[in-house]
């Protein structure tokens, strides 16, 4: 076995742009997002004016997450409990020789929170982004042998992984197409994991094109989603909204929405987006009253 799917490839060295390059940069950006946006109030006006009213809202609250500290009070402190052991976290420590694994280091007990039911089953587990074959291994360990394990690069270098039990598709996660020819080759997806070129609209078109093909109970996982203004987390903003839609009344009940129905819970954490599918569909929100006072 090599020691990687693909060898190193030498940083470039960069020379600083010139102050005139970056405003030319900023200028461009700026009528970049601007023509977006009145693209999409051209496109979904109602949309975008509700997003327009929660403006003064979301404003505050992202200057709320600035604030200086969240720490509680010293004498609501942790127990000291020791932390339970993540199999996820063992491999990687161990991990010394081979294929190269490269993850922030909470991403761990993401991973283990969301994906340990999955753990001795028969699952399908898909992920974006082979790189150097070290996550391939490491969700082969975890999941057990039981698990089929597929990968998508566009690298065609990455092809190699087949070689080792894997299953990897070449093709750019971007392209619709493409993911068409997945879902015929891939029928149930129990997991996805976005690990791939990390940009937002590369993001958007995967999640698009797998999330209802995500078996029942399905968790898709996005991954290195990083700084603020980054446009796969507004868009995972305005995701969220549909699980808060309220069609009905408190007494007669809810219909859900069919987002509502099928997707269970979205996580946010640091760099990181979890999307829980349902095991069967909701079929409708009710609110019970228990008591005589």
Known sequence: MPHEI??????????????????????????????????AFKSQPREAFEFLNALPAAVRGSAFSKSPSFAPPQKASASGAP????????HFDSHTQGWTIYKWMHYFDIYDRHFRKFAGREAHILEVGIWRGGSLEMWRNYFGPKARIYGIDIDERCGAA???GYTAFIGDQGDPRFWESVREK?????VLIDDGSHKAKDQIVTLEAMLAHLAPGGVYLCEDIHRTEQEFL?????????????????????????FQKWIKAVHFYPYVLVIEKAEK???????????TE
């Open 186 to 190: 891939v029928p149930q997806v129990d």
């Open 83 to 90: 932390a339970d052991f993540n199999p996820l976290k063992a």
């Open 162 to 164: 087949n070689d080792y």
């Open 281 to 291: 569909p909701e079929e409708a929100f009710t609110a019970e009253r228990h008591g």
């Open 234 to 258: 507004s868009y995972a903003q305005g995701l969220v909204k549909g699980l808060y839609a309220f069609d009905g009344s408190v007494d007669d009940g809810v219909r859900p929405s069919a």
């Open 6 to 39: 693909l060898t190193p490839d030498k940083t470039p060295q960069v020379s600083k742009p010139a102050a005139s390059s970056k405003t030319k940069s900023s200028f461009k950006d700026f009528f970049a997002r601007l023509y977006r946006f009145l693209k």
